[in-house]
């Protein structure tokens, strides 16, 4: 495999993985909705680095020990799950009524960053996810750590680039999406999605 055919073969890949939905589009989409564009792009942004914290994990080692050591597997992945549940709990028991007042925009914008990056550095599905898929697209002969630093970058710029065609996609449903109702029912129903994303990292199997 060339190093064009290897670009564009996890390009392509990477892609598909993206428009899947998942945690983080739900985490992307209910944050423009309820808290703005801001702290939406904030979170997308802590996305994309705990995406890269994975991708340097894997790259100097730390991934290959996870995907063989089941002790270490179990460990963040229980992690990961009771953070999720604590999200989602929280959102589900305790619903916002309104958007956050203007003075406190900074630091919301550091916790919706932390959420975001917490996110996904807490999922060992993703480290794994790196180590069995990355390889593939690596050309031979080429520096491993190197190529994984590139095909992470091809990921995140996909991501985040998904995440600002969805922040982009609420403006024009932002009076609705505001409306104390619509945000109760944003939080609540994100909450169970958390949830369930939750159980459904902690029951799962290598």
Same mark, same amino acid.
């Given at each position: =495999? @060339? ?24 985490l ?7 808290e ?6 904030h979170?997308a942004?802590g996305?994309? @680095? ?9 790259? /100097? !080692? ?13 460990m *963040? ?9 604590? *999200?989602?709990i929280? =959102?589900l ?26 996110g ?8 794994? /996810? ?6 593939q697209f ?12 590139i095909l ?6 996909? !991501?985040?680039?998904?995440? =600002? ?11 609705? *999406? ?7 029912? =944003?939080?609540? @129903? @994100?909450?169970?999605? /958390?949830?369930a994303f ?9």
């Amino acid at each position: =495999m @060339t190093m064009i055919d290897a670009l564009l073969a996890f390009s392509v890949a990477a892609l598909l993985l993206t428009l899947t939905p998942g945690l983080d589009t739900a985490l992307v989409l209910r944050t423009a909705t309820v808290e703005g564009r801001k702290q939406a792009v904030h979170a997308a942004l802590g996305i994309s @680095t705990g995406c890269l914290v994975w991708g340097a994990a894997v790259a /100097f !080692g730390l991934g290959a020990l996870i995907a063989v050591s089941e002790l270490a597997y179990d460990m *963040l992945k229980y992690c990961g799950a009771l953070y999720l549940s604590w *999200l989602g709990i929280n =959102m589900l028991l305790r619903p916002r009524k309104q958007l956050a007042l203007a003075d406190h925009t900074a630091k919301n914008s550091a916790n919706w960053f932390l959420k975001g990056v917490l996110g996904n550095a807490l999922n060992p599905k993703i480290g794994i /996810f790196y180590v069995s898929f990355l390889p593939q697209f690596i050309p031979q002969g080429h520096s491993p750590v190197l190529w994984t630093f590139i095909l992470v970058g091809i990921h995140i710029a996909i !991501g985040t680039c998904w995440s =600002m065609i969805l922040i982009s996609a609420t403006r024009p449903l932002a009076t609705i *999406l505001r409306k104390e109702q619509v945000i109760r029912w =944003m939080d609540r @129903t @994100t909450g169970a999605i /958390f949830l369930a994303f939750a159980a459904r990292l902690a029951l799962s199997r290598r």
